[in-house]
């Protein structure tokens, strides 16, 4: 199982960035998969999770609205649309494969992140 | 919201046993994770629901949960055990997931 993550970069306040997750030795199809961030210095922060087979998608509070997570089950890899960015967006991205499908289980495998950057 | 609090910091002595509460709401009624993360590495499962190891990890870890608060014991604590715990559950009346705010296990 692996998990790589891209499309990080710098990026002004207000503007987008679409980050990728593409994932080998599993079919994301059959798990849920989940975007954790991780602020400078700072601890852990859910972010959003899909459940691909099952058309949802769910998001926490801070990005609601601002952030779309999609799929392409044919590239097997996962995107994070993140709209009108603000600076305290700024953090590690990772992409977390979590254990089944329940909405209850845990992050079994991680990739190594992707940093977004938002400033002017 | 969910909220989970966690000692900012534990320290203990080689080979003593360090343990990191995790205080939430009926925390018990819930799964609880846990997760070791090294400096500049990703995280790493380490307990899932509630007592459960995954593959290849030391028996010296072991998790309760009980309730208001979960709690990961590490027994016989090396020098290599040095990292930020965080424990996560998933909130089924919003969908959401949360992590605890962490805690650094120093060993002296």
């Known amino acids: 199982v692996q998990l790589v993550e891209s499309g990080g970069g710098l990026v002004q306040p207000g503007r987008s960035l679409r980050l990728s997750c593409a994932a080998s030795?599993?079919?994301?199809?059959?798990?849920?998969i989940n975007w954790v961030r991780q602020a400078p210095g700072k601890g852990l922060e859910w972010v959003s999770s899909m459940t691909w087979s099952r058309g949802k998608t769910y998001y926490a509070d801070s990005v609601q609205g601002r952030f779309t997570m999609s799929g392409d089950i044919a590239k097997n890899s996962v995107y994070l649309q993140m709209d009108t960015l603000r600076p305290e967006d700024t953090a590690l991205y990772y992409c977390?494969?979590?254990?089944?499908?329940?909405?209850?289980?845990?992050?079994?495998?991680w990739g190594q992140g992707t940093l977004v950057t938002v400033s002017s | 919201s969910y909220v989970l609090t966690q000692p900012p910091s534990v320290s203990v002595a080689p080979g003593e046993t360090a343990r990191i509460p995790c205080g939430g709401y009926?925390?018990?009624?819930?799964?609880v994770h846990w997760y070791q993360q090294r400096p500049r590495q990703a995280p790493v499962l380490v307990i899932y629901?509630?007592?459960n190891r995954p593959a290849g990890l030391p028996d010296r870890f072991s998790g309760s949960n009980s309730g208001n608060t979960a709690t990961l014991t590490i027994s016989r604590v090396e020098a290599g055990d040095e990292a930020d715990y965080y424990c996560q559950v998933w909130d089924i009346s919003s969908d959401q997931k949360f992590f605890g705010g962490g805690t650094q296990l120093t060993v002296l």
């Open positions: 629901e509630d007592t």
């Open positions: 977390a494969k979590s254990r089944s499908l329940a909405g209850s289980s845990p992050f079994d495998y």
């Open positions: 009926n925390i018990g009624t819930k799964s």
């Open positions: 030795g599993f079919t994301f199809d059959e798990y849920v």
